[in-house]
Nanobody, 115 residues
Framework: VQLVESGGGLVQPGGSLRLSCAAS????????MSWYRQAPGKEREVVAD????????NYAESVKGRFTISRDNVKNTVYLQMNSLKPEDTAVYYC?????????WGQGTQVTVSS
């Protein structure tokens, strides 16, 4: 099983980034997918998730209206489009897959928002 994130980097406040998470080794379409983030000195928190059923999405209040999660069940990939980025969005972003008692994590990708 692998979850490989990409797309992180350094961006100025107000800018945009698109994170990708390529999945392999499990039935991607059957799993709920999430993006989490962890800032230095803080606990890991869920940013957004997209359910396997009907593609229902949920967002943390802090990112609503700025971030969009989506998935492509043909490419086995989940995305996080991040717009209007703020310095407080700086964190390591992790991809997460869950189905019943099974869950997997990616290795994380750093997002830094700074001028």
């Amino acid at each position: 099983v692998q979850l490989v994130e990409s797309g992180g980097g350094l961006v100025q406040p107000g800018g945009s980034l698109r994170l990708s998470c390529a999945a392999s080794g499990f039935t991607f379409s059957s799993y709920d997918m999430s993006w989490y983030r962890q800032a230095p000195g803080k606990e890991r928190e869920v940013v957004a998730d997209i359910l396997s059923a009907f593609g229902i999405t949920n967002y943390a209040e802090s990112v609503k209206g700025r971030f969009t999660i989506s998935r492509d069940n043909v490419k086995n990939t989940v995305y996080l489009q991040m717009n209007s980025l703020k310095p407080e969005d700086t964190a390591v972003y992790y991809c997460h897959a869950k189905r019943r008692n099974y869950e997997y994590w990616g290795q994380g990708t750093q997002v830094t928002v700074s001028s």
